[in-house]
């Protein structure tokens, strides 16, 4: 078999037309090689026009070599060829090709290229015989079937060796090797098959009129061939140059990108990242991988192209999201992307926070004085605009207070200007402290401040203010190795009242601080002489109530509490009273703030527990005796082992005493309140919240802190009858003290309705003035028509 190939190939070949049909195969096979690399190096529309001329050139010179090799065949008769077969063939080794190729490029199996190869190994053997059936000889030819399988095999073989180098990229040298392969393929085919032709001369068959001559076909094809090889040739080495130089300008801009201070990503026509620099990338945290193919929004914080990525330009301001969930202030530009398939647009993404920064110190340097750091007279009078309008809607009060410093100049001559700043300074600290966290501190100049107080109830508050900065101030200062002291003017304006505007506003105060400065140092004064004098009065209830508890102008009156079910006496509420040697009675809601402020409560509470403790000692019957504990008294160390001895001293069990506590009393410090609460619970003390229903009302506190009995606000009880809504707070708060297992007291029953209705609701105690009001003790004692004490010491 190996000497009939042998013998075909030196015997019945022209080797110089052999040699033109070699030449014409590697020269189509390193074409066809080099165009491969381009398809793989391309995408979308682009590989599919390299695929194209790919097929045609490899067809192309497939068919060439084949005939060329024909040409020089010498079958010992006169021959011609076909033209309709001739031209069949020249088709199907294109269409063959163009499949192999196709295969080999779009097939995602691992072994993708064995399939290709098949497939171009069986369009050069389908092209080899559609071709020699156009052969016209002198007589007639069979083939030997055995060589026919060999060469069929040796063209699958070279063409599958030659897909799977194709599947690597290289330069020339790679090249050689795959066109070698697939000249193996072709030539290996070619001459294997024509080894397997015998042809029997027959001088009585004449070749038919109209065949092509050997001399048009070798001179047509060969330069057809060429012509066409040597464009395909010149266009993928020319695409390949230019590849080469855009792949540089990439790396040289992608340099450039990397090297810029600003985020620089490349998206697709649906907004996914296709390439980012190192810049942004170092924003987010994260690498260039796992961003990929992800939608550029996912970085930011409710950010949305809606149509803005189709048009260039400024889009915003936008949070980027780093990788430890910290957000980066940036803004955002798109510009589009012309030379690119891959990308449609670029995203230029800045940081912004160096900027923020220094917008946020220009705006705090153009709003706070540069040397204390208090807000400015633009920010006064802006926030003072603002509490006016706030304070027309709640119906709170505003209070202005403008602070003089008295003898500053003299004072700053004295320290210098560096001393007179740092003394500016710890003046301002002093204010704030002064001051609540919701009051606005500011400086108008260089010795004047201003205090703006909102949300105040009346203008006793705004005395209280103006007390706590005269304490602070009269402090003296350390300045450097210095003692300094320092007094100050202050002019007090409220509004409503005093001025309808700020501008008004501002002017009064003034007034009333220049005021202040002509009754001498330190002093403060209000606009306007009926509120000093209001104000007068309290200052000297204050400095009455001072020594009331000595001159025995305090005394205790004692309302009864009953059972609701069977109407039976259960205890006694203790309530305080005061008794003016001149004003006459004093109402408890006038003195009793006035002791908390003043701090004498401690020592009026501590009076009372004494008092109400011994008396209730000496009652026949264990009735309860109940006592308000004031929130000042409740912040008290030592709270618990001072009731320990009090109950101790008189005698009294401590399940008789009933301490009473307001929501304000938790809300100062629900920690230290439950530490107490626990304690006086241990020591057998029980526990009422009172005024329940009013303030903030938390069910946590039921939850939290081990009470024994709920009070319902008399503000309830007196509206249950004509109010549906107070009736059904009532009801409620009933069902849900039943429900925690606590008994319910309602306070302010006046009528009876008021108490039948409490008690077809179940309220198991009530007080009221239908069934007493709040009288000496000794009252009761006598009064056997109402509480029969007499019979119970007799009992």
């Known amino acids: 078999m190996v000497e009939k190939i042998y013998q075909c190939l030196v015997v019945d070949h022209d080797f110089r037309l052999v040699l033109l049909a070699a030449v014409i195969c590697l020269f189509a096979c390193y074409t066809v090689a080099s165009l491969a690399q381009r398809i793989s190096e391309s995408h979308g529309r682009i590989r599919r026009r390299w695929l194209m001329l790919t097929a045609v050139a490899a067809g192309s010179g497939i068919w060439a070599t084949h005939f060329v090799a024909m040409l020089a065949y010498d079958p010992g008769t006169e021959s011609g060829y076909a033209f309709v077969p001739t031209v069949v063939s020249v088709i199907v080794a294109i269409i063959m090709s163009g499949l192999a190729f196709s295969v080999a490029t779009f097939s995602r199996h691992k072994l993708g290229f064995v399939a290709a190869g098949t497939v171009m190994g069986l369009g050069i053997g389908a092209m080899h015989y559609l071709g020699m059936s156009g052969l016209r000889l002198q007589g007639g030819f069979t083939y030997d079937m055995p060589l026919i399988v060999l060469s069929v095999a040796l063209g699958v073989g070279g063409s599958v060796l030659a897909m799977w180098l194709m599947k690597t990229r290289g330069g020339v040298k790679h090249h050689i090797a795959e066109g070698s392969a697939l000249a193996l393929a072709i030539c290996g085919l070619h001459f294997t098959a024509m080894a397997a032709l015998v042809v029997t001369p027959d001088p009585t068959i004449a070749v038919p009129g109209g065949a092509l001559s050997d001399a048009f076909l070798i001179f047509g094809v060969s330069v057809a061939t060429m012509v066409i090889l040597a464009f395909s040739l010149s266009g993928a080495l020319l695409d390949r140059h230019l590849a080469e130089?855009?792949?540089?300008?990439?790396?040289?801009?992608?340099?450039?990108?990397?090297?810029?201070?600003?985020?620089?990503?490349?998206?697709?026509?649906?907004?996914?990242?296709?390439?980012?620099?190192?810049?942004?990338?170092?924003?987010?945290?994260?690498?260039?991988?796992?961003?990929?193919?992800?939608?550029?929004?996912?970085?930011?914080?409710?950010?949305?192209?809606?149509?803005?990525?189709?048009?260039?330009?400024?889009?915003?301001?936008?949070?980027?999201?780093?990788?430890?969930?910290?957000?980066?202030?940036?803004?955002?530009?798109?510009?589009p992307v012309q030379d690119r398939t891959d990308a449609t647009h670029v995203a230029i993404v800045r940081d912004i926070r160096e900027r923020r920064a220094h917008e946020q110190q220009i705006d705090y340097l153009s709003s706070h004085d540069t040397v204390t750091g208090l807000a400015n007279r633009a920010v006064l009078t802006d926030r003072l605009e603002h509490s006016l309008t706030i304070s027309k809607r709640s119906g709170k009060k505003v209070a202005l207070y403008f602070v003089d410093i008295d003898t500053f100049n003299d004072i700053n001559v004295q320290l210098g200007q560096k001393g007179g700043d740092e003394l500016l300074k710890e003046i301002a600290n002093r204010l704030k402290e002064a001051a609540r966290d919701i009051d606005t501190v500011a400086r108008l100049s260089a010795d004047q401040f201003c205090i703006i107080q909102e949300d105040i109830e009346n203008s006793e508050a705004a005395d209280l203010l103006a007390l706590r900065l005269r304490r602070r101030l009269v402090k003296p200062f350390i300045i450097g190795n210095q003692m300094v002291s320092v007094t100050a003017g202050t002019g007090i304006a409220i509004f409503p009242g005093d001025g309808n505007t700020t501008e008004e506003l501002l002017l009064r105060a003034e007034i009333a601080m220049k005021r202040a400065k002509t009754e001498g140092r330190g002093r403060y004064c209000f606009y306007g002489h009926e509120t000093d004098r209001k104000l007068e009065l309290r200052r000297g209830l204050k400095q009455d109530l001072l020594g009331a508890l000595g001159r025995h102008e305090l005394f205790l009156v004692y309302q009864p509490q009953y059972r609701v079910a069977d109407g039976s006496l259960a205890g006694f509420e203790v309530l305080l009273r005061w008794k003016h040697p001149e004003k006459g009675m004093i109402p408890p809601n006038e003195f009793i703030p006035l002791a908390e402020e003043t701090g004498v409560i401690n020592d009026i509470s501590i009076w009372i527990l004494n008092e109400a403790c011994r008396e209730a000692a000496s009652w026949a019957l264990p009735l309860s005796v109940a006592i308000n504990l004031s929130p000042v008294q409740f912040l008290e160390d030592g709270l618990v082992e001072l009731i320990q001895r009090i109950t101790s001293r008189?005698?009294?069990?401590?399940?008789?005493?009933?301490?009473?506590?307001?929501?304000?009393?938790?809300?100062?410090?629900e920690g230290r309140a439950l530490d107490v609460l626990r304690s006086l619970k241990a020591l057998g003390i029980r526990l009422a919240m009172d005024d329940f229903g009013t303030g903030y009302s938390s069910l946590s506190y039921l939850q939290n802190f081990p009470f024994d009995k709920l009070k319902i606000d008399r503000a309830f009880v007196m509206q249950m009858i004509d109010s549906p809504q107070s009736a059904a707070i009532v009801r409620g708060v009933i069902g849900l003290a039943h429900g925690l297992g606590m008994p319910v007291l309602a306070e302010g029953v006046e009528t009876t309705a008021q108490f039948a209705m409490l008690k077809a609701e179940g309220c198991d105690e009530a007080q009221g003035y239908l069934l007493g009001r709040p009288e000496r003790i000794e009252t009761w004692r006598q009064d056997v028509g109402r509480v029969v004490l007499q019979e119970q010491e007799g009992a």
Not at 306 to 318: E, K
């Open 650 to 669: 008189h005698g009294l069990r401590a399940d008789r005493l009933e301490l009473e506590i307001t929501e304000g009393v938790l809300i100062a410090d």
């Open 245 to 335: 130089r855009r792949r540089l300008e990439t790396l040289r801009l992608k340099g450039l990108a990397n090297a810029a201070l600003e985020g620089i990503v490349l998206l697709d026509d649906k907004g996914c990242i296709v390439d980012a620099n190192h810049s942004f990338l170092g924003l987010c945290g994260r690498r260039l991988a796992t961003l990929r193919s992800m939608p550029f929004t996912v970085c930011f914080q409710n950010l949305s192209f809606g149509t803005g990525i189709r048009s260039a330009g400024y889009v915003g301001d936008a949070l980027l999201i780093g990788a430890s969930g910290s957000e980066i202030p940036t803004e955002i530009f798109f510009r």
